[in-house]
């Protein structure tokens, strides 16, 4: 507001009141001006200011694109280089098992011809053991001929028919029982001690509880122990001897046998043997061992045999003990 100052005549005080007017005016424009210009600017930096944020959104929408992008990809990079990975290590297995099924096949064949050709090795050594033990037999009969005794020669005919049949049926089977196995032998024994009546004796023991039908074993493995008890131990006394032949059973899956004599023992024997003009070897044996590596590495058993000196109280030999412990 404005003051009216008196003493001041009506064309004073009209200019007066316009020079107050126009300085008011003037103020209040200037006011107003300012106001509309602070207010523009503030508008101006508003917009300047959602600019910098809508530029900086941008920005922030473009890094997160370009991560985005980045991490897609690393994600088709990644995925390809696992399905490659899994390609190959697919293919790796399927090659490594190709060549696993290859080998496990080649063992396979190597095995079943290895077992091929030991069955036929055991078939051949007792094809071979046969022969020699039928010829024993006929030595005993050549003898009885030569000395002219019919009943003799009868009785021992009738043995060798069955002692043949059993023979000739056990060379068939790769086992056969611990009963046919004992009758077997005992023929045999029977007649080597018709030839020498006053000389050999003889003893089959079989331990109670053992069913002599049910269990198995290799055929005629006990006959070459026997007989090499009898023409190397016993044969080079005077006075002969015992062949004993015990058989027990200690567990449930083994088989423990015994065959004794009383003979000169082994390191006589030697002594005899080479002073012998034939010099002959013990075939069976021979052939009894390698039959029984050939069965234990066949079968993947351990059927053991063990030969022991007897001696007395003065160290003096008094015969020989062979121990055949056999799985069952």
Same mark, same amino acid.
């Given at each position: ?10 064309? !004073?005080? $009209? ?53 985005? #992008? &980045? =991490? ?24 490594? @098992?190709?060549? #696993?099924?290859?080998?496990?096949? @080649?063992?396979?064949? *190597?095995?079943?011809?290895?077992? @091929? ?5 055991? $078939? ?11 010829? %024993? ?7 009885? =001929?030569?000395?002219?005794? $019919? ?10 028919? &069955? ?16 009963? %046919? ?10 007649? !080597? ?33 026997? !007989? ?40 006589? $024997? ?9 010099? %002959? ?14 069965? %234990? ?13 007897? =001696? ?9 003990? *062979?121990?055949? !412990?056999?799985?069952?």
């Amino acid at each position: 507001m404005y003051r009216i100052h008196k003493g001041l005549n009506h064309p !004073e005080k $009209a200019l007066f009141h316009l020079e107050q007017y126009t300085a008011l005016l003037d103020s209040t424009l200037q006011t107003e001006i300012k106001s509309g210009r602070d207010m523009v600017q503030m508008q101006l930096n508003q917009e300047k200011q959602q600019l910098q944020i809508s530029r900086l959104r941008v920005r922030e929408l473009e890094q997160q694109q370009t991560v985005q #992008n &980045r =991490t897609r990809l690393g994600l088709l990079g990644g995925m390809g280089l696992l399905t490659l990975l899994v390609g190959g290590v697919s293919f790796y297995n399927r090659k490594l @098992k190709s060549q #696993n099924q290859i080998l496990e096949e @080649k063992n396979n064949l *190597v095995r079943e011809v290895t077992q @091929k050709i030991q069955m036929t090795e055991i $078939a051949a050594l007792r094809a071979q053991m046969n022969p020699h033990f039928i010829f %024993n037999c006929l030595n005993s009969i050549q003898y009885f =001929t030569a000395q002219n005794d $019919a009943d003799k020669a009868s009785d021992y005919l009738t043995k060798f028919s &069955r002692l043949i049949r059993l023979v000739l049926e056990n060379s068939k089977s790769d086992k056969v029982t611990l009963a %046919n196995e004992l009758e077997t032998l005992r023929l045999y024994i029977e007649m !080597e001690a018709m030839r020498f009546p006053d000389k050999l004796h003889y003893q089959i023991q079989l331990a109670d509880g053992i069913d002599a039908e049910s269990i198995q074993i290799p055929p005629l493995l006990l006959q070459p122990f026997v !007989e090499n008890a009898i023409w190397h131990g016993l044969m080079h006394k005077d006075e002969g001897g015992l062949v004993q032949v015990a058989v027990a059973q200690p567990t449930e899956d083994r088989l423990h046998i015994e065959i004794t004599d009383d003979g000169v023992g082994r390191l006589k $024997a030697a002594e005899y043997k080479s002073k012998s003009a034939t010099k %002959n070897k013990s075939f069976g044996m021979k052939l009894t061992a390698e039959r029984i590596q050939l069965i %234990n590495q066949l079968y993947n058993t351990q059927t053991q045999i063990s030969i022991t000196d007897l =001696t007395d109280a003065g160290g003096n030999a008094t015969g020989t003990r *062979v121990t055949v !412990e056999i799985p069952v």
